[in-house]
């Protein structure tokens, strides 16, 4: 069956159902709030069975510090190794079974997920703040990473490929075969999203995995795990221990029996795991690290299409996505109109509870970044000149949760900090440029390279863009998204520079391989 997008939210409004999508999620919210009325504790999975540590974390709503959403493990490092060893001989089965029965397995779980999607994503917007149409698209993506991953293993065959014959007498064939256990360590903003899609590559082509979810925000998670479980995933394949990175981040990326790791964070944290990934024999390491994303504004773009994208790229969730604009480059002939056009978009956008059905959206994930983004709004005041917005907001219910104001900033120096650092909180600076040659080689000046993105009405500026831009996954003229919103099987999400490890993408076409090692077999008669 060919793949397609889940699309939850785009395919309720094009049938004219958008009141029971809102309906639905509503109802889901309620189910919601009533349940941590009643807050759990949440234990770890290992095995298949629960296990509990001697410490444990209160996770409460970044929109409403006053509401405890349950308690977590603060895992060890010997719940860790619980939990590899546990993985390690669910492998030795797991590894040989036939690939189709472990694609049915996520075929499942596929469904399992559509029939939960509402409860997840109003769990999922009391975890992390995501307003309703970014929690249902998050569910969406991890239900599209389960579905394109079946799909390329029964596309592939398993990845067996018969080879052509050296001697007449030989039959050579070339097998992909499992790596063993891989730690999988989860961030917050995409917090079944990512994690699942991680998950699901690893697991789906033979591998086990300890999961460690974002301190963060670990409730969803928890409940799609249990999703996981329910679709008939054997005892061990899958185990989730939650923790510190500092504790159960570093067990699970030293552990001499963890045969490979997926991890999407900061630079730093990526870079500390590759330095450790060669013990006896290298491991792989599948790392996405964020970001520092330009978007380009030439004077052939459509305006209005420009600000749109650039609006929605660069504050969609607050601007905590990795592929979140940051920087914008405008060219000088058109800056202060499009300056203007700028602020009076983002003036538009409402910041609230995201329960609220008119949310752009809602807070920040933690009050550390509130202060991170209060630092970077005096800096921009004192070196730049502050367009827009800059204050926390303190109004009424949101007094409780770490809300702040979109912000814009103009006239700093291209070496200044904003300019290079990536801020994961909702600050774009804007750039001047005369020439499309000088942007695109400011846009390159930066350590990372994950998204990009032009606006221009003429093919040989794109062509040019295309050309040279130093980035894994860009756009043009996209007004939903100048660069972010790459859809699983359409947009492979992979990261250049310091981005990414690896150059293959997840969601595309070459991500699964590298969960996976060749192994040629020759029989000779």
């Known amino acids: 069956m060919a793949f397609r997008n889940e699309l939850t939210h785009v395919t309720a409004v094009k049938r004219n159902e958008a009141e029971e999508f809102h309906s639905r999620y509503e109802n889901a919210m309620e189910g919601v709030l009533d349940e941590v009325k009643r807050p759990e504790l949440h234990p770890n999975i290992v095995g298949g069975q629960?296990?509990?540590?001697?410490?444990?974390?209160?996770?409460?709503?970044?929109?409403?510090?006053?509401?405890?959403?349950?308690?977590?493990?603060?895992?060890?490092?010997?719940?860790?190794?619980?939990?590899?060893?546990?993985?390690?001989?669910?492998y030795l089965s797991w590894s040989n079974q036939d690939y189709v029965e472990r694609v049915e397995v996520f075929e499942q779980a596929a469904r399992l997920f559509q029939m939960e999607k509402y409860q997840l994503a109003a769990a999922l917007t009391l975890d992390n703040g995501k307003n309703r149409y970014e929690a249902i698209a998050d569910i969406d993506e991890a239900i599209d990473f389960m579905k394109y991953y079946a799909n390329q293993m029964r596309l592939r065959d398993g990845y067996e490929v018969l080879l052509p014959n050296a001697y007449d007498n030989e039959r050579a064939v070339s097998h992909l075969r499992p790596y063993g256990v891989w730690s999988v360590i989860c961030p917050f903003n995409f917090p079944v999203a990512i994690s699942i899609g991680m998950s699901t590559a690893a697991m789906i082509t033979g591998n086990t995995v300890v999961i460690k979810p974002s301190s963060?925000?670990?409730?969803?998670?928890?409940?799609?795990?249990?999703?996981?479980?329910?679709?008939?995933?054997?005892?061990?394949?899958?185990?989730?221990?939650?923790?510190?990175?500092?504790?159960?981040?570093?067990?699970?990326?030293?552990?001499?029996?963890?045969?490979?790791?997926?991890?999407t964070g900061s630079k730093e944290v990526g870079f500390g795991i590759m330095r450790s990934a060669i013990r006896q024999h290298p491991i792989p390491v599948i790392a996405e690290m964020g970001s520092k994303n330009p978007v380009i504004v030439t004077e052939k773009a459509n305006m209005e299409d420009a600000v749109e994208g650039v609006v929605a790229s660069a504050f969609g969730y607050g601007g905590q996505k990795c592929s979140a604009c940051s920087r914008l480059y405008l060219q000088r002939s058109v800056i202060e109109g499009f300056e203007e056009l700028l602020v009076e978009r983002v003036k538009g956008l409402k910041v609230s509870?995201?329960?609220?059905?008119?949310?752009?959206?809602?807070?920040?994930?933690?009050?550390?970044?509130?202060?991170?983004?209060?630092?970077?709004?005096?800096?921009?005041?004192?070196?730049?000149?502050?367009?827009?917005?800059?204050?926390?907001?303190?109004?009424g219910d949101m007094k409780r949760g770490n809300f702040v104001e979109p912000a814009v900033i103009s006239s700093l120096p291209h070496e200044h900090e904003l300019v290079s650092r990536e801020l994961f909180v909702p600050i774009l600076?804007?750039?001047?440029?005369?020439?499309?040659?000088?942007?695109?080689?400011?846009?390159?000046?930066?350590?990372?390279?994950?998204?990009?993105?032009?606006?221009?009405?003429?093919?040989?500026?794109?062509?040019?863009?295309?050309?040279?831009?130093?980035?894994?996954?860009?756009?043009?003229?996209?007004?939903?998204?100048?660069?972010?919103?790459?859809?699983?099987?359409?947009?492979?999400?992979?990261?250049?520079?310091?981005?990414?490890?690896?150059?293959?993408?997840?969601?595309?076409?070459?991500?699964?391989?590298?969960?996976?090692?060749?192994?040629?077999?020759?029989?000779?008669?």
């Open 50 to 90: 629960t296990t509990q540590g001697r410490k444990t974390f209160t996770k409460v709503s970044p929109s409403d510090r006053e509401m405890v959403l349950g308690d977590f493990q603060l895992g060890s490092a010997q719940d860790v190794d619980q939990a590899v060893r546990a993985a390690h001989q669910a």
């Open 216 to 263: 963060a925000a670990p409730f969803t998670l928890y409940k799609a795990f249990r999703l996981l479980e329910e679709a008939g995933l054997p005892e061990g394949v899958a185990n989730y221990v939650a923790g510190s990175g500092s504790e159960v981040g570093a067990a699970l990326t030293s552990h001499p029996e963890v045969q490979g790791v997926a991890f």
């Open 353 to 395: 509870d995201p329960m609220d059905i008119e949310c752009s959206f809602g807070p920040v994930i933690e009050e550390g970044k509130v202060n991170d983004y209060l630092s970077y709004i005096a800096q921009g005041k004192r070196d730049g000149k502050l367009l827009v917005g800059g204050k926390r907001i303190v109004e």
């Open 429 to 525: 600076v804007t750039q001047p440029f005369d020439r499309l040659t000088e942007a695109v080689e400011k846009a390159n000046s930066s350590a990372y390279g994950l998204t990009a993105g032009i606006f221009s009405q003429d093919p040989e500026e794109i062509a040019h863009f295309f050309r040279y831009i130093h980035s894994g996954v860009i756009y043009a003229n996209r007004s939903k998204g100048a660069c972010t919103g790459a859809m699983v099987g359409a947009q492979s999400f992979t990261g250049w520079k310091a981005s990414g490890s690896t150059g293959k993408g997840t969601g595309g076409p070459h991500y699964l391989q590298q969960f996976l090692r060749e192994q040629t077999r020759t029989v000779a008669w």
